[in-house]
């Protein structure tokens, strides 16, 4: 069985930074893709950060997030990191990583929260 797992949420102060990690266990192969997305109390889920393993590692970031945060893939299998600075209170919400490929459709994590205070 495949779990994905986060790790790193947090309180922070706006200016701030935190990292969270995202690991996939229970899956020999390499997805295709992992990202991020966030839920914010009383708003719908929205994409943060992706970033594909093939075709020379491509990225993508939210409007939002451009310039503060950084996706990157991490040296265990299957594992990858957000780097987030300059915290702003906005940023607060419930962090999911997802992970995908062909072989396993879309995966989800259980969630990390993230907490900026002004």
């Known amino acids: 069985q495949v779990v994905v797992e986060e790790s790193g949420g947090g309180s922070a102060q706006a200016g701030g930074s935190l990292t969270l990690a995202c690991h996939a266990s229970?899956?020999?192969?390499?997805?295709?893709?992992m990202a991020w997305f966030r839920q914010a109390p009383g708003k719908g889920r929205e994409g943060v950060a992706a970033?594909?393993?093939?075709?020379?590692?491509?990225?993508y970031y939210a409007d939002s997030v451009k310039g503060r945060f950084t996706i990157s893939k991490d040296n265990a299998k299957n594992t990858i990191l957000l780097r987030m600075d300059a915290l702003k209170s906005k940023d607060t919400a419930i962090y999911y990583c997802?992970?995908?490929?062909?072989?396993?459709?879309?995966?989800w994590g259980q969630g990390t929260q993230v907490t900026v205070s002004s």
């Open positions: 997802s992970s995908g490929g062909i072989a396993t459709g879309s995966l």
């Open positions: 229970g899956y020999s192969g390499n997805f295709n893709w």
């Open positions: 970033c594909w393993t093939n075709g020379g590692g491509t990225t």
